[in-house]
């Protein structure tokens, strides 16, 4: 494997930084001179990160418990912290690496910088900085078919990270969402309640979905022997409604609880949301004929799956 890299994009105000599996997309608004500092610290944050983890890989693929362990990374106890609040649900911090970098690279990136906003978008998952009165818009996934709608985040909202889970994804689901969108206080914790939450999108037994043990996939996989999705076939309306009536019962669990702030369900063309206001507007894009992604301007950022 080679050693981290930091790149500009063809734009040349976005930094992309790469080392094995990690690959974010970072941007900071405000001076040039702040920029430029505050991509300085990103980058030096970022150089030992994955080094870091491996190290630690073991205990991090181990499940929580009820009482947090002691990690020497400061992003492994970022894991350890998002996930063991979902405790005794089956769950290991691997569930949220993505965010959790994502987290650890924003801090490093605003740490003593002035800027109005920023973000670091980690695979889809991405945690945002905005200094009062600044707001981020962002692309998130639907159903695997491009992008659904957009959502807005603003300074005074409690939202600072956002993350995609489903069994389209780049990780295993043990559920059969398309896509869940969740939106939380850290990108952390969003990104173990997309897990969890398109992990309860389910329909045990049913014959049209196929499933394997993840370890035949990827005998490290921190799943075991547990059975992801594969491939599903086709659904009825009503299987659809039940699959993510149990999903949404999740969500509406953790925004009691004050895990996740809002979540959009997605299954076959349907939608669930979950919290005080609509995460994503498909019906009224659909009543006014809008398909497909529409332009990402400067303070926007394209969220996926």
């Not at 991509?39 to 944050?45: E, G, H, K, P």
């Not at 009536?245 to 809002?262: F, K, N, P, Q, Y």
């Not at 669930?272 to 507007?281: H, K, W």
Request: aromatic residues 4%; charged residues 25%.
């Amino acid at each position: 494997m080679s050693g981290p890299t930091a790149n500009w994009l063809a734009d040349g105000r976005r930094l992309h930084l790469n080392h094995g599996p990690i690959d974010l997309i970072v941007e900071a608004f405000g001076a040039e001179d702040e920029c430029r500092a505050a991509y300085r610290q990103a980058v030096a944050r970022f150089d030992t990160m994955l080094e870091e983890l491996v190290a630690e890989l073991p205990a991090l693929r181990s499940p929580v418990g009820e009482e947090p362990r002691s990690f020497a990374s400061t992003t492994a106890r970022r894991m350890e912290a998002a996930t063991e609040r979902h405790a005794p649900a089956f769950v290991t911090p691997m569930a949220a690496v993505a965010g959790s970098v994502a987290d650890e690279v924003l801090a490093a990136l605003v740490e003593g910088r002035t800027l109005a906003r920023a973000y670091v978008n980690n695979g889809g998952d991405s945690a945002f900085y905005l200094r009062e009165g600044e707001s981020l818009e962002a692309a998130i996934a639907g159903t695997g078919n491009g992008f659904a709608d957009r959502v807005t985040i603003r300074s005074g909202d409690p939202v600072r990270g956002m993350a995609t889970s489903g069994w389209r994804g780049r990780s295993h689901s043990l559920g059969i969402a398309d896509a869940v969108t969740v939106l939380a206080r850290s990108a952390a914790s969003a990104d173990v309640a997309a897990t969890l939450i398109a992990n309860a999108v389910d329909l045990p037994g049913h014959p049209a979905i196929s499933r394997v043990p993840a370890c035949e996939i990827d005998p490290d996989s921190d799943l075991r022997d547990r059975l992801v999705t594969q491939a599903v076939g086709a659904l009825s309306r009503s299987e659809v409604a039940q699959a993510l009536g149990r999903g949404l019962a999740v969500a509406e669990a953790m925004r009691d609880r004050g895990l996740i702030e809002s979540a959009a369900l997605f299954l076959c063309g349907a939608v669930r949301e979950c919290g005080a206001a609509p995460l994503v507007s498909m019906r009224d894009r659909a009543a006014k004929g809008a398909t497909g992604p529409r332009n990402i301007s400067s303070n926007r950022i394209a969220h996926h799956a």
